[in-house]
């Protein structure tokens, strides 16, 4: 049992391949499962198909009105000379490697102190987990922009301490600290992760090490850090590919302007004012593919750099 | 971004089939999947002799009751035509009509904005209203009105009704703060800039002088105009000049360090309608605004409105504000009705009834007869609106030029580069030097 929830929770983790006694019933069991899996299989033709359709169209002239033309890479060889791209990747950039470890700070952070047996748990958790369900919405984005104007409510506070209002979502200089701030807010689902592989690590570990005379950090770093190794790697991997591929909160902070001053323009959204605002939907598929190969490098590197950190033998 | 050579399919099916694959489009897919079967798609309707229209629009309720009321006068003479309607806000309305392109699936009847129009019909999306003269005509308007949507010698669309832009002033801050409300006639830029300072000092910054976007095109283009110049010239190229471009700039930036205009930051996305605006709140004493929207302003601001030309026509080197629209009604290529589709367009435009119908809610009606005839029904705000347009169209204004295939990406450089010039990231000059150089760069494609 306790195996099973294991490698559930980390993708890394190969199972023992299936002793090959049962397989008469294994095969059943297996059509049962694709049966189930239906809806899921016919979902994915409508993901397929557009997604080998924007392959093709990468290589084309595609203005929506007119056939698509083949013009080979010359969408690619655009993208190098694109000032307006090269800031969107770099707006990307900051955001995802600024928010991803604060955020998964945060959440170990808040993990940890749930952690400690604290009454009321599943409450705190719910309070807790609750930004990140609203994180990415319309709505929450909204709220932000007023808690952030210039009137809101952090100015308000701030200026309790003397601090001069800064107007957080119209200057180009904080708009994308905002957002990191509502990304770092919204820790909710690593944080249930960590909760739970938290609650894996045996106690006596830490009575062990207490016994020894270990301090509390001594403990976190020995102890907590690689044990949860796995665990801090999948969330890392969920976080980059998620904040990568970020839309919403630059397209609602701006009405779909991505600004002030393209400050907030994430890949993702000029991506899509190039397709649907531009009618260059071959550049914008270019793009698609471009962020598809970005991020799957920076998933591999982390994977590379796994095994330097990341513990198995628990 | 690149040029658009006229469609050449390879072979018919292998591009059908890629229309609608694209058509499911990127990430985007279930949205497009629901545009494409969920609502309309106005084909033929198969339970009656009838023929089904697909209309349709941006806009809000309040302009949904009152289309609605002319199309109910409509169907009621042509019984065997159905309408259907489907409305949003424009935003979303513009990515969802290149969808429906993409996907073979346009409406017959559509509000198109200015400055995509160049984008269908170069494309050859758009149905050329010339081709369907006995049905349709264009006579009764104006040469400003009915050379909006024309493109070398083809018509691809008709105003949806007509407006301009206009300077309001709230007159009860001017009686506050006792100030003088100048004559809209002959103000120039000054006089705005001595105006708005005067309220400012006299307010201590409570209410700001003047608020007039600076990164809206619509604004920028009168100033452009009263210059001599064209933002979009007749062979389509982008006309205005570095020095023009940094001198709006400047103008408008002298005006936020003398205090007449909010300081940099002071404006945030707030959306919402004329409630919601800067205006209404108190926070401004004028601003410029497209003449339609005057009466929703004007009621915001409990009636306190004046409306102004745009300082500066007196004393420019030739007039710079011009007749717009809001938006046209076009027709695609590939209606299946389109005789249908252009017989509604000619009762929106030239019938009297229907223009009774919608008031003023796209703007003065582009034909001046029925303009003239419909006025004294229209509400006070909207008559003031209209006298104002009809002053204007009265008047020998030069010709503007409709925005060229990449034009639409312009205003998105003009609201950078004002947003940086705005918080002292850029000066004025290299401002304009980097929007011209992208403007052309845009057209050139």
Known sequence: MSVDTESAVMPGAVAPPAPQVKRRRGARKDRAGYLFLLPWFIGMLFTIVPFFASLYLAFTDYNLLNAPKWIGLENFTAMFRDPVLLKSLQVTFIYTFVSVPLSLAAALGVAMILNRGIKGLPWYRAVFYLPSLLGASVAVVLLWRYVFGLDGIVNAFLGWFGVPAVSWTSDPDYALTTLIILHIWTFGSPMVIFLAGLRQIPVMYYEAAAVDGASKWRRFRSITLPLLSPIIFFNLIQSLIASFQTFTQGFVMNNGGGGPANSTLFYNLYLYQQGFNQFNMGYASAMAWTLLVIIAVFTALTFFTAKYWVNYDS | MKEQPPSTPRSELGRRNLLKATGLGLAAAPALAACGRGFGGGGDDESGDGVT?????????????????????????????????????????????????????????????????????????????????????????????????????????????????????????????????????????????????????????????????????????????????????????????????????????????????????????????????????????????????????????????????????????????????????????????????????????????????????????????????????????????????????????????????????????????????????????????????????????
């Open chain 2, 53 to 445: 229209l697909n209309m349709v629009w941006w806009g809000d309720a309040t302009r949904a009751e009152k289309t609605q009321a002319a199309l109910d006068i409509f169907i009621e003479a042509n019984p065997d035509i159905k309408i259907e309607v489907e409305y949003q806000d424009s935003g979303p309305y513009q990515d969802k009509l290149a969808t429906r392109f993409a996907a073979g699936d346009a409406p017959d009847l559509m509000a198109m904005r200015m400055d995509s129009l160049r984008e269908y019909a170069d494309r050859g999306a758009l149905l050329d209203l010339n081709e369907y003269g006995d049905d349709i005509d264009l006579s009764g308007l104006s040469d400003n009105a009915a050379s909006l949507a024309e493109v070398d010698g083809s018509v691809f669309g008709v105003p949806a009704g007509l407006n301009a832009v206009g300077f309001v002033i709230r007159k009860d801050f001017a009686e506050q703060y006792g100030v003088e409300v100048p004559d809209g006639n002959t103000w120039s830029w000054d006089d705005l800039g001595a105006f708005a300072q005067a309220i400012s000092d006299a307010s201590g910054k409570e209410v700001y002088g003047t608020g007039f976007d600076v990164q809206t095109l619509q604004n920028i283009v009168v100033w452009v105009r009263q210059q001599g110049e064209d933002l979009f010239t007749e062979d389509g190229q982008f006309g205005a000049t570095e020095a023009t471009v940094e001198a709006w700039l400047t103008m408008a930036d002298g005006l936020r360090q003398s205090g007449a205009y909010p300081p940099a930051g002071f404006f945030e996305e707030i959306g919402g309608g004329p409630e919601a605006s800067y205006i209404a709140q108190g926070k401004l004493a004028s601003q410029i605004i497209p003449t339609n929207n005057f009466l929703g302003y004007n009621e915001a601001c409990g009636g306190n409105l004046v409306l102004l030309r745009i300082p500066g026509e007196a004393q420019a080197v030739r007039r710079g504000q011009s007749i717009d629209c809001p938006h046209l009604w076009s027709v695609a290529a590939d209606s299946k009705h389109p005789k249908e589709a252009v017989k509604l367009l000619e009762f929106l435009t030239n019938d009297p009834e229907a223009s009774i119908a919608t008031g003023t809610t796209r703007g003065v009606p582009a034909n001046e007869s029925v303009a003239e005839e419909i006025k004294d029904s229209l509400e006070p705000d909207d008559q003031v609106a209209t006298e104002y347009l009809m002053g204007l169209q009265g008047e020998d204004l030069p010709r503007s030029y409709t925005y060229p295939p990449g034009g639409s990406a312009i205003a998105d450089f003009l609201d950078v580069i004002a947003v940086e010039v705005e918080f002292g990231r850029q000066t004025a000059a290299e401002g304009a030097a980097q929007f011209v150089a992208e403007a052309k760069a845009a057209i050139a494609g």
